[in-house]
Structures are given as structure tokens and as C-alpha cells.
């Protein structure tokens, strides 16, 4: 849960990606620290293998890594989407999901389901389903730490079917204009 809540904090606050010769500057929340306990800004850089950190709000640190600890963190976010998905499938309350499909930067999101069960999860009732809006969270949340404009259509298909039960736009779906 800690996980999906800075997840969140990722998606709703600003970030930006910035390239220079051979290091990339990051913008994000200062909450990454929240389970650090008690470290310097300077020890957290070192730990993680950050050129520096510097806290640019109270809300915000800026982060100055190589580009190749950038393609290592790029990889890293791309993994853990995809294994969040395969747990998302596996879970026992969504056992309706049959599988979760995605191009290259998650900008197109295919959720085949077993219809019947899906429509019958009261829980789980689009388009407040939570599962939903996770999945586009995830996809939201690497293409921020990829520098790429935000934006992943996530689609509920019927497995046997392939009609389409559901779309969803993100990140319009958790923040409207």
C-alpha cells in the first residue's frame, strides 16, 4: 500500500525530466525520504547512486543522476509495472482477470476479463474500479521516470469476445482539466 501511495503522490505532483550532456536531472517528491529514517540528503545520493540531491521545496528533491542510472532506473520502473500487473492477475479477488497486455512506453493498456465475472464483482464496478485506476497509475508513474508525456488508455475487453467493456484515459481519469 506504502508503494501505490507514492505512486499517487508521483502522478499528482509535478515532475520534470531534464537532459544534460551526460547526467538527466529528476523532480521528485521529497516522501521518497519518508522511509530513509534519519539520512542526509548527501547519504541518500551516495546510497542510491545519485550524482546529488537537493531539496528544492518541501515537497520536491531534485535528483542528479547519470544517464545510464537513469536507464537503470527506467528498467527497474518498467519491472516493477509488470510485476504489479501479474500480481493484479493472480490475486484472488480479481480472478476474472485473464491478462494484461501493453506496448512498449504503456500507453495502450489491454485488460481481457471474464465479463460475467467482472460485471458480477460488486467491489469492482467500473469505472470506480480500483484495479482500473491502478493499472493506469502504474503505466502513468514509469512514463514520468521515462520524460514522457503522460497519457495510457487503458481498455477492458471481454476475453472470449473482445468487445470492449470499458475505456479510460489516464491521467484525466484520477485528474480531469
Do not use: W
Not at 35 to 43: K, Q, T, V
Not at 94 to 111: G, L, M, N, P
Amino acid at each position: 500500500m506504502r508503494r501505490i501511495s507514492l505512486i499517487i503522490i508521483s502522478i499528482i505532483l509535478i515532475f520534470s525530466l531534464t537532459a544534460c550532456s551526460n547526467t538527466i536531472t529528476l523532480k521528485i517528491p521529497s516522501a521518497v525520504l519518508k522511509d530513509e529514517g534519519d539520512i542526509s540528503l548527501d547519504e541518500y545520493a551516495g546510497t542510491k547512486g545519485f550524482i546529488s540531491v537537493t531539496q528544492t521545496s518541501s515537497l520536491f528533491l531534485e535528483v542528479v543522476m547519470t544517464k545510464s542510472k537513469h536507464r537503470e532506473i527506467v528498467r527497474k520502473s518498467e519491472k516493477l509495472v509488470e510485476n504489479r500487473f501479474d500480481s493484479i492477475i493472480k490475486a484472488e479477488n480479481t480472478e476474472y482477470i485473464k491478462k494484461i497486455t501493453h506496448d512498449k512506453d504503456f500507453r495502450s493498456i489491454t485488460v481481457e476479463v471474464d465479463k460475467t465475472g467482472y460485471e458480477s464483482d460488486s467491489l469492482d464496478m467500473i469505472p470506480n474500479d480500483m484495479n482500473l485506476h491502478q493499472i493506469g497509475v502504474l503505466a502513468i508513474m514509469h512514463q514520468i521516470y521515462t520524460g514522457l508525456k503522460q497519457h495510457t488508455e487503458v481498455v477492458f475487453k471481454d476475453t472470449i469476445t473482445k468487445e470492449t467493456i470499458y475505456t479510460s484515459i489516464y491521467p484525466n481519469a484520477i485528474a480531469p482539466d
